[in-house]
């Protein structure tokens, strides 16, 4: 079954205006975790959010995770042209905490 | 900061031809993986590699694909045959063994089967 599906597929927005992207997915999970890919680039890291957790913050990062509604949320307060990339949750559900990745949101911040 | 890296960063290759591509996972990881994406579409998962053993594989990751880890520091992907479809980003990542599981990327080998 697909994991981790994105929405809204394209996000544009103003520098110093918030970013909201949402994840939902299928299966139990252990935990959630949010990757940002520049454009033909590596995956980083952003954050990751266990099941038994419910919200998280890093920086200008806020997460969410509502395990009954199987979804989550990333906010970016405060954007700057430096977060313009694609961002992708990724649900590990596996005892081997293999990746599940969505197709990922693209995010572009106009200055 | 340790960090995966990964060579080549670009691969060229014929179809049909042989190509293995090469990983250093953070040196006191324990769990590897290699996931790939085909431009324009999602990261999918290959295999992961255990205490010297493919704990489990994707259905991608056909009798074409091998997985070894020769020494203490190198993982490889190895695709015998390559096909033009294999075109695509090679990313290896590892883990730590325990942990709450976050997997750290390396930056890509990018494939092209001409």
């Known amino acids: 079954s697909q994991q981790g599906e994105e929405d809204p597929q394209a996000l544009s927005i103003q520098e110093g205006e918030n970013a909201t992207m949402n994840c939902s997915y299928k299966t139990s999970i252990n935990n959630l975790q949010w990757y940002r890919q520049n454009s033909g680039r590596g995956l980083v890291h952003l954050i990751l959010?266990?099941?038994?957790?419910r919200e998280k913050h890093s920086g200008r990062l806020r997460v969410t995770l509502d395990t009954s509604k199987k979804s989550s949320s990333l906010l970016i307060t405060a954007s700057r042209a430096a977060d313009t990339a694609s961002y992708f949750c990724a649900t590990d559900a596996s005892n081997d905490y293999k990746l599940s990745f969505g197709a990922g949101t693209t995010v572009t911040v106009r200055a | 900061e340790p960090e995966v890296t990964q060579t080549p960063s670009h691969q060229v290759t014929q179809m049909g031809q042989e190509v293995i591509l090469r990983c250093v996972p953070i040196?006191?990881?324990?769990?590897f993986y290699w996931y790939r994406q085909i431009l324009g579409q999602k990261v999918e998962f290959l295999v992961s590699f255990y205490n010297n053993e493919i704990s489990e594989k994707s259905e991608i990751f056909d009798d074409q694909f091998s997985v070894e880890r020769p020494d203490g520091s190198n993982f490889t992907l190895k695709i015998r045959s390559t096909k033009l479809e294999d075109s695509a980003m090679y990313f290896c990542a590892s883990r730590l063994a325990g942990g709450v599981g976050e997997q750290y990327f390396g930056p890509g080998t990018r494939l092209t089967v001409t």
């Open positions: 040196s006191n990881h324990l769990y």
């Open positions: 959010i266990r099941s038994n957790e």
